[in-house]
């Protein structure tokens, strides 16, 4: 039996909000499978009260049982990743057709790797939306790290090099990111990797969430330019745990008008779902009917 239970109907937040027009509707039941670290950055009691009183529950789902005995859900949450947890979802979605399960594993299994993640960018040719919209020319070194001077060369990327771990599994060493400087010390990297040229940008750059019809975008402070004299006095490798992060809003930072009009998308993550450029943000409408998952 699905729960009923009398809820508001208008915006609130919080755990104090009132319920102003209380009606009996049936409740949508979330069953939700995420690392700590994203329930503690996801389901916040600010979202959970404005959930509950939009009539949506979060319940969360206990990985030591069998998912089917749980619920009943009307909607199956979920960011963990792995072969077993992904047979886990398949299964149940085969025998349970009417839950819809966020997202399913086969509509995200190339977000979980840099470079398929961007392979679905580039497969767009988006070379005149609003300005150019392309990613930063990259290469996959997957093991041996004394072969990665001579794939640098061989492959022309120039330096400097930003290193990314090529597999995002929501991990924070998973959102590891290196700045080799000079080719010497491109041997200290750790593979398996995405190595991608420096894209100078300004030092600012857009991050795009997008659930459904809603698009909200931020700026955030990002590397600065590195510029040819920078690059000819600098070597070795430098590791920046996250950059961009919440903390590092620029939403009131001027942009560089000198690249307006070239953008590059950087990563396309999921839960909430979004894109990250560099640069000005009128390509939203291309982008958006792309990656609906
Ligand atoms: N090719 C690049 N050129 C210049 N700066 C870059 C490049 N790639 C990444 N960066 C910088 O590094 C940051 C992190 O890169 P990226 O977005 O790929 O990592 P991430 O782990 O997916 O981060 P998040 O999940 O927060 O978006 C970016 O916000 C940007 O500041
Ligand atoms: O706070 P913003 O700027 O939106 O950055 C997010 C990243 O873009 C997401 O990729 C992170 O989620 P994962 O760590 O599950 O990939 C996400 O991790 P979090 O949910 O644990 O905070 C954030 O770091």
């Known amino acids: 039996m699905r729960e009923e239970m009398p809820y508001g109907t208008e915006e609130g937040e919080g755990e104090e909000v009132g319920f102003p027009n209380i009606t009996h509707k049936r409740l949508v039941v979330v069953g939700y499978a995420l690392t700590s670290k994203k329930t503690k950055s996801f389901l916040q009691p600010k979202l959970e009260g404005l959930a509950r009183n939009k009539g ?12 089917s005995d749980q619920g009943p859900f009307d909607i199956v949450l979920h960011k963990l990743s792995g072969k077993e947890w992904r047979q886990i979802l398949e299964d149940y979605r085969q025998t349970h057709p009417e839950v819809t399960v966020l997202d399913p594993p086969d509509a995200i299994q190339h977000l979980h790797n840099r470079q398929s993640m961007l392979q679905a960018v580039a497969d767009m040719n988006l070379s005149d939306s609003y300005g150019k919209v392309g990613v930063p020319r990259q290469l996959v070194v997957k093991r041996d790290a004394s072969s990665i001077p001579d794939a640098v060369a061989n492959s022309g990327l120039t330096l400097p090099i930003v290193a990314k771990p090529l597999v995002n599994d929501g991990s924070a ?3 590891e990111l290196s ?18 040229e420096f894209v100078n940008h300004g030092g600012v750059l857009f991050k795009v969430y997008i659930v459904g019809e809603a698009i909200k975008v931020v700026r955030r402070f990002s590397l600065p330019d590195v510029s040819k004299r920078e690059l000819s006095k600098t070597a070795g490798v430098y590791r920046f745990p996250r950059v961009s992060c919440a903390a590092a809003s620029a939403d009131d930072a001027d942009l560089d008008p000198g690249i307006a009009g070239e953008f590059s998308c950087l990563g396309i993550g999921f839960l909430p779902l979004h894109l990250d450029k560099l640069c000005i943000v009128t390509v939203f409408s291309n982008i958006k009917l792309v990656f609906h998952c």
């Open 56 to 67: 949506i529950l979060f319940v969360a789902i206990d990985l030591n049982r069998p998912l």
């Open 173 to 175: 060493k998973s959102h």
């Open 179 to 196: 700045l080799a400087f000079d080719r010497y010390s491109l041997q200290k990297l750790e593979p398996p990797l995405v190595l991608q």
